[in-house]
C-alpha cells in the first residue's frame, strides 16, 4: 500500500516534517497552558475585518472551543508525527504536509471563529483540504471520485448553511456568536426559526455524514490512514457537531430540534454499525464506527437535557481518543503485513506486542469496559436517555444501546481477532512499527486509561466547561467510574453479553448482511452517481436548448426576454404613465413629412428583396432622422448623421457587389413569431418613451454645462465642449473604438487573399 | 411630436428587430443600421425636445440667453452615430470575410464551431490544430 512508490531519502519527512510536527505540538502546549483559565469562563477576543457588513475577525474561547483546539492539536501532532515516518518518503510528502496544515489552520478556525461569515470561510477551507487529502493518490481513479463527491456533498451543505446563516445574522441583527447566542427565546419564537434550522442542520449533517448524506464517508477512506484518522474521524467530520452544539442555546430546546436530531441520529447510529458489520477491509469498519458516532453524537445533541449534552461532549472526546488510536493502529498494521483484511489478520501479538497494546487500549474503551473512559461515556449515556421523557427516553435509550452492543463487536474485531489466535500468513512478514508511528496510538490508547481512572480532571477541565458552553447555564459537573448498582450499570453487563454473543457470531451475522445486500436495491452511492449524471443530462439539454448555435435563436431568446420582462413589469406594475396632448395640432407639415419618411424607409427596408432599394430606402430614414436632429436645434448631430449616413451607403453598396443577392420573396419569407417579436419590442419602446417624457425633466447637468461652458472653458458651442472638454475621456474612448474597429476591419480583409489561395487550389 | 417619435421610433425598433431576426446575415446587418438610428433618436427625444434654439452662447455672453435645447443628449448622440458607425463597419467586413470563407450569408450555416451534431467538430478549420478527440474524462469514465 505505503510502499509502491519511488522513495526520497528524508528522515522524518525532512523540513517539512519538522514544521508539520512542531505546529500543532507548540499550539497544544500553548492551548493547554489556557486551560485553566477557560475552565473558569469564556473569553472573546477580535479585530474589526469587514466592519461594513458586520464581519469580525473574533475568537470566542469556551469550553467547547477549547475541547475541540485540544483534539485538533493533540491528536494533530499525533497524526504529524506518525505521517512523518508513514509517507515521509513519499516524493509528493511536502504537498501532503501543506494539505495537513491547511487543513488545521481552517479547523482551528472553524472552532475558534465567534463570526458566522468567518465560521463559513474556515468551514470551507476545511471541505477544500478535505477534498485535496482524500485525491492525494490523485494517480487512482477511485480517490479522485472519492474526492470530488465528498467535495460536492459536504460543499453543497457548506453553501445551504451560508443561507441559513445570513438569515440567523438578519434576524438577530448581528454575525456575532457571543451576541447570537444570549437571543435563543427571541430566535425559538421568530416565524424564520424553522427555515434557519433547517438550512443549518443541511450543512451539520452533509459535513457530519448524516444518513441519508452518509455515503460520501466510508468512500473518503481512500485518503492515507493518517488523514482518515484525522480529518474523517477525530476532527473535520465532527465539524458538523460542532456546530450544532454551538448552535444549541440558540437554535436548541424545542420540538423540531429534538426529533429531527434523535431520529436521524438514531438512525444514523444503528445503520451504520449494521453497515460495520458487514465490511471486512477494518479501515472500512471503522469508517462506519465512525458514522455511528457522530449518529450518536447528534441524538444527544438533540436530546438536549444537561446530561445528555455531557454525555455528547465526552464521548466526544472518548471517541476521539479511541478512534484515532485505533486507525493508527490498522495503518501500522497494513504497513507491516499489506493487508487490512479482517479475514486474513490474526495472531499478531508476538510479531507486533506494542501494537497489540495501543490496539487492546483503544478497543477496550471503545467497548465501554471499566475501568477506561469509554466505559464512563456509555454509563453516560444510559443515564441521559433513560433521564428523557415519554417516547424519547425509549428511542434514545435503545438506539444508544443497540450502537454500543455494536461497538463492544467491533472492538472485538479490529482489535481482538488480528492479534490473537495463531499466526496466519499474510502478504509480508509482520513487524513492529516504528516509534514514530507507535507514539500516537499507544498515547491515545493510555490517555483512554487515565481518563478512566481520574475522571474529575477531564469533568473539570474540559467535560464541564464545554457542557456550560453548549447547555447555556452552569451547572455542576462530575465523572465518576463507580455509581453504583443503577439501572445504567445493567444496561451495561447487558450490552457487555450481547455485544460478546454479537461478536462470536460476527462471520455469520456478515455472510447474511452481504447476502441481504446483494438484494438490496437501494444504494445511495450509485444514487448519487446517478443523480451527477441527471445534472449533467439536463445541463446538456438547456444549453442545446437556449445555445443551439443558431444566431436567429439567440437573438429571439434575448429579443423576447426584454418584451415580457420589461412589458410584462410595466403590465403588473402599472407603470404606464402618459402626460403627453394627444393632438396633433401645431405639428408642421413638414414634419409630418420627415416622420413618414422615416417610418416608410424603415418599412420599406424590412419589404424589399432588392438590396439597392433596401440601402437607399435605409438611407432614406438615416436621412430622416438628420432631418429631426436640424429642427430641434441640433445641428452638429445633424452633420455627423448626414456624414455617416453617406459613408454607411457608399460602404454597404461596395461591399454589396462581392455578396449575393437576398432570397426571393416567397410566402415562407414572412415569420409569425418574429413579426410579434418585433412588434413586441416596437411596442414597449413606444411606452417606454412615452412614459419617459411624462416624467420630470431633471436638467441638473445641463444646467451644469451651460453654465461652465464658457467660464472654465472658454467655448461658445456647448456639446462641442462637452465633447472636447468636460468628457473629453469618453471621446477618447470613442476614437479608441473606431481605431480598433478599423484595425480589426483590415486585419479581417488583409489575411483573405493569402488564405483564400491555398483552398481554391485545392 | 413627441408622441409622434415616440410611435415612430417604436416602428424603427420593430422594423430593425424584424430584420436582426431574419437568418440572412445581410438583412441582419441593414436591422444593425435601422436599430443605431432608433436608440439615437431614443436618447435624443428623452432629453426633451426643443426648436429653433441650439445650444450655443452668445458673443459676449457667458451663459445662453433664454431657453436653448439640451446640449447633453446632442452629446451622447454625437459619440452614439461615430461608434454605431465603427460597429457597422467591423460587421461589414465580417460578413464579407465570412462570406468569403464559407460561401453563405445564411447564419444557420455558419456552423464550423458550433456544428449541429457536435461530434463533427471540426477543429482544424477553427485554427485550433488537431485537438485531442478524446473526452472529457467524467466520474462515471473512472469506474467504481
Known amino acids: 500500500m505505503a510502499d509502491d512508490y519511488p522513495k526520497v531519502d528524508r528522515v522524518m519527512g525532512g523540513a517539512a516534517g519538522w514544521i508539520s510536527i512542531a505546529f500543532p505540538s507548540i499550539l497544544f502546549l500553548y492551548f493547554l497552558g489556557l486551560l485553566p483559565q477557560i475552565a473558569l469562563g469564556p ?3 477580535g479585530i474589526d475585518w469587514v466592519p461594513s457588513l458586520g464581519i469580525n475577525l473574533s475568537v470566542l474561547l469556551d469550553g467547547l472551543s477549547m475541547t475541540f483546539v485540544l483534539l485538533i492539536t493533540g491528536i494533530g501532532a499525533a497524526v504529524t508525527l506518525y505521517s512523518a515516518r508513514y509517507l515521509g518518503q513519499h516524493p509528493d510528502y511536502p504537498r501532503f504536509v501543506s494539505y495537513l496544515l491547511m487543513f488545521m489552520v481552517g479547523m482551528l478556525g472553524l472552532v475558534l471563529a465567534d463570526n458566522l461569515i468567518m465560521l463559513f470561510v474556515f468551514w470551507e477551507i476545511t471541505t477544500i483540504a478535505s477534498y485535496l487529502l482524500i485525491g492525494f493518490n490523485a494517480d487512482s481513479a477511485k480517490s479522485r471520485r472519492s474526492a470530488l463527491q465528498a467535495l460536492l456533498v459536504t460543499g453543497t451543505g457548506g453553501l445551504i448553511l451560508l443561507g441559513g446563516m445570513i438569515v440567523l445574522g438578519n434576524v438577530a441583527g448581528t454575525f456575532q456568536l457571543s451576541e447570537i447566542l444570549t437571543q435563543g427565546d427571541m430566535l425559538r419564537a421568530h416565524p424564520w426559526y424553522l427555515a434557519i434550522l433547517l438550512l443549518f442542520l443541511a450543512g451539520t449533517f452533509t459535513k457530519s455524514a448524516q444518513v441519508p448524506f452518509h455515503f460520501w464517508l466510508p468512500n473518503a477512506m481512500a485518503a492515507p490512514t493518517p488523514v482518515s484518522a484525522y480529518l474523517h474521524s477525530a476532527t473535520m467530520v465532527k465539524a458538523g457537531i460542532f456546530l450544532m452544539a454551538r448552535m444549541n442555546p440558540a437554535l436548541g430546546g424545542t420540538d423540531a430540534w429534538f426529533w429531527i436530531l434523535t431520529l436521524f441520529g438514531g438512525v444514523t447510529a444503528v445503520f451504520a454499525s449494521v453497515m460495520a458489520m458487514r465490511q471486512t477491509d477494518i479501515k472500512q469498519v471503522l469508517a462506519y464506527t465512525t458514522l455511528m458516532a457522530l449518529g450518536t453524537l447528534t441524538m444527544f445533541l438533540g436530546a438536549g437535557t444537561h446530561y445528555a449534552i455531557m454525555a455528547a461532549m465526552l ?111 499474510t502478504p509480508t512478514e509482520p513487524h513492529e512499527g516504528p516509534w514514530p508511528m507507535l507514539a500516537g496510538p499507544l498515547v491515545l ?67 447474511r448482511l452481504a447476502a441481504f445486500e446483494a438484494r438490496n436495491p437501494v444504494d445511495f452511492d450509485a444514487g448519487w452517481d446517478r443523480l451527477l449524471e441527471g445534472f449533467k443530462a439536463f445541463a446538456a439539454w438547456q444549453t442545446r436548448l437556449i445555445q443551439n448555435g443558431s444566431l436567429q435563436r439567440y437573438m429571439a431568446v434575448t429579443f423576447g426576454t426584454f418584451v415580457v420582462l420589461v412589458g410584462g413589469t410595466y403590465l403588473i406594475k402599472g407603470a404606464f404613465r402618459s402626460g403627453l396632448s394627444l393632438t396633433t395640432e401645431g405639428i408642421h407639415p413638414v414634419q409630418w413629412a420627415v416622420l413618414g419618411l422615416i417610418a416608410a424607409g424603415a418599412m420599406l427596408t424590412v419589404w424589399t428583396h432588392s438590396r439597392m432599394t433596401a440601402v ?14 436640424i429642427m430641434f436645434s441640433a445641428p452638429d448631430v445633424a452633420i455627423t448623421q448626414l456624414l455617416v449616413e453617406v459613408l454607411v451607403v457608399v460602404l454597404v453598396s461596395v461591399v454589396m457587389l462581392r455578396l449575393p443577392y437576398l432570397p426571393r420573396r416567397s410566402k415562407a419569407t414572412f415569420r409569425a413569431g418574429h413579426a410579434m417579436i418585433a412588434g413586441g419590442m416596437g411596442l414597449v419602446t413606444t411606452f417606454l418613451m412615452i412614459s419617459v417624457l411624462a416624467t420630470d ?3 441638473r447637468l445641463t444646467t451644469f454645462f451651460e453654465a461652465a461652458s464658457y467660464p472654465e472653458a472658454y467655448g461658445r458651442n456647448i456639446v462641442n465642449v462637452i465633447l472636447v ?38 | 411630436m413627441e408622441l409622434l417619435l415616440a410611435i415612430t421610433i417604436g416602428v424603427l425598433v420593430s422594423t430593425s428587430v424584424y430584420l436582426m431576426l431574419d437568418r440572412n446575415v445581410l438583412r441582419f446587418l441593414f436591422g444593425l443600421v435601422l436599430l443605431s438610428n432608433a436608440v439615437n433618436l431614443l436618447i435624443f427625444t428623452g432629453g426633451r425636445l426643443t426648436a429653433g434654439a441650439p445650444p450655443l452662447i452668445d458673443a459676449g455672453e457667458y451663459a445662453p440667453t433664454g431657453v436653448v435645447a439640451n446640449a447633453l443628449p446632442q452629446a451622447l448622440v454625437l459619440t452614439a452615430i461615430v461608434i454605431g458607425f465603427g460597429l457597422l463597419a467591423f460587421t461589414l467586413a465580417l ?48 469506474g467504481i
Do not use: C
Not at chain 1, 451547572?475 to 450490552?495: C, D, K
Not at chain 2, 450555416?109 to 471540426?122: F, Q
Open chain 1, 445 to 511: 490508547g493510555a490517555l483512554s486509561l487515565i481518563f478512566g481512572l481520574v475522571p474529575g480532571v477531564l469533568g473539570y477541565y474540559l467535560v464541564g466547561p464545554a457542557t456550560h458552553a453548549v447547555f447555556g447555564e452552569v451547572r455542576e459537573v462530575h465523572l465518576y467510574l463507580w455509581g453504583g448498582v443503577n439501572m445504567a450499570l445493567i444496561l451495561s453487563l447487558l450490552t457487555f453479553l450481547a455485544g460478546w454473543l454479537v461478536y462470536r457470531r460476527h462471520e455469520a451475522i456478515r455472510t
Open chain 1, 43 to 45: 473569553q472573546v477576543h
Open chain 1, 697 to 699: 425633466f431633471d436638467r
Open chain 1, 616 to 629: 437607399a430606402a435605409m438611407g432614406v430614414t438615416g436621412i430622416g432622422v438628420a432631418l429631426i436632429f
Open chain 2, 95 to 142: 460578413v464579407y470575410r465570412t462570406y468569403m470563407t464559407l460561401g453563405t450569408v445564411n447564419s444557420d450555416e455558419m456552423r464550423v464551431a458550433e456544428p449541429a451534431d457536435e461530434s463533427k467538430l471540426d477543429t482544424g478549420r477553427l485554427g485550433m490544430g488537431k485537438a485531442n478527440p478524446a473526452k472529457p474524462a467524467t466520474g462515471q469514465e473512472a
Open chain 1, 315 to 425: 464521548f466526544l472526546v472518548v471517541h476521539s481518543l479511541y478512534k484515532a488510536a485505533l486507525f493508527l493502529m490498522i495503518g501500522i498494521v497494513d504497513h507491516a503485513t499489506g493487508t487490512r483484511e479482517a479475514g486474513v489478520l490474526g495472531g499478531l501479538s508476538k510479531a507486533m506486542p506494542l501494537t497489540g497494546l495501543a490496539a487492546a487500549l483503544a478497543a477496550i474503551s471503545m467497548a465501554g469496559i471499566p475501568p477506561m473512559v469509554g466505559f464512563i461515556g456509555k454509563e453516560f449515556m444510559y443515564k441521559a436517555g433513560l433521564g428523557l421523557e415519554g417516547f424519547g427516553a425509549f428511542w434514545v435509550t435503545i438506539m444508544a444501546f443497540a450502537a454500543s452492543v455494536m461497538m463492544f463487536a467491533v472492538g472485538g474485531i479490529v482489535a481482538l481477532k488480528p492479534f490473537r489466535g495463531d499466526l496466519r500468513p
Open chain 1, 725 to 762: 472638454d468636460f468628457r473629453a475621456l469618453d471621446t477618447f474612448g470613442e476614437v479608441t473604438v473606431v481605431a480598433i474597429a478599423a484595425i480589426a476591419a483590415f486585419a479581417l480583409l488583409r489575411g483573405m487573399s493569402t488564405r483564400r489561395k491555398p483552398e481554391e487550389e485545392s
